[in-house]
């Protein structure tokens, strides 16, 4: 099932580069959220979304700058990122925010050279 | 605080054995929700579970078994008779009143042939 669709699926950026992250979702959900996992590391939750209002920022950097145009879409915009911002960004959606299950989409490998 | 402790970072064993999976947890709350995902090396997050804390109903799902114990506070998943195809990193989730997801560390399954 791929209810849930990110783009590109691979990534690899220069320290002074501008991209995008984009996310999609079919599933008709209302929450939509991105985390960061870095070898080693547990997820680490970024950002959230709930009906297109950002509810969350875990204290993650101003390079990192994400848009929700809908519910269906979510993106995340890269700036000036740094080599230890390498890791895999994971995009999920959930029906609303409690206690409901996440589904997640395959992925972004973001290379930061 | 609440915590989502995997202790077994690695298990490796034979095709066609079983495998039980950890998984402990800490919370304040009465109500809460309780995940396990797999992550195959494609990257992609795979939901297997969902359990709320009134249901202590153990479940089956074909090879899959889930045992939740709320006077241990945990939640172990069992694979029986384990597949090559079963190796991956299997994470066990909270989702409480804060409404975000907790994560553990997550579990490495070898599977060999």
């Known amino acids: 099932e791929t209810g849930v669709t990110q783009t590109p699926r691979h990534l690899v950026m220069g320290m002074t580069n501008k991209k995008s992250l984009k996310c999609e979702q079919h599933l008709g959900h209302n929450a939509m959220y991105w985390y960061k996992q870095s070898a080693k590391k547990p997820l680490e939750l970024m950002f959230v979304y709930n009906f297109k209002e950002q509810t969350e920022n875990n204290s993650v950097p101003s390079r990192f700058s994400p848009e929700c145009p809908n519910s269906s879409h979510l993106f995340l915009h890269l700036h000036t990122l740094q080599p230890e911002d390498s890791a895999l960004y994971l995009c999920?959606?959930?029906?609303?925010?409690?206690?409901?299950?996440?589904?997640f989409g395959p992925g972004t490998r973001l290379l930061v050279l | 605080a609440q915590k989502v402790t995997q202790a077994q970072t690695e298990i490796s064993v034979v095709e066609k054995e079983d495998v039980t999976l950890d998984c402990v947890y800490e919370?304040?709350?009465?109500?809460?929700?309780l995940f396990w995902y797999k992550q195959p090396p494609s990257g992609e997050l795979v939901f297997l579970i969902r359990?709320?804390?009134?249901d202590e109903q153990n479940e089956i799902s074909g090879r899959y078994s889930w045992n939740f114990q709320k006077s241990t506070s945990s939640f172990n998943f069992t694979i029986t008779a384990s597949q090559v195809v079963d190796s991956a990193v299997y994470f066990c989730a909270l989702s409480d009143s804060n409404y975000q997801l907790i994560w553990g560390a997550g579990t490495k399954l070898i599977i060999k042939p």
């Open positions: 359990r709320n804390s009134f």
């Open positions: 999920a959606s959930s029906q609303e925010r409690v206690g409901e299950t996440q589904y």
């Open positions: 919370t304040r709350d009465t109500t809460y929700y």
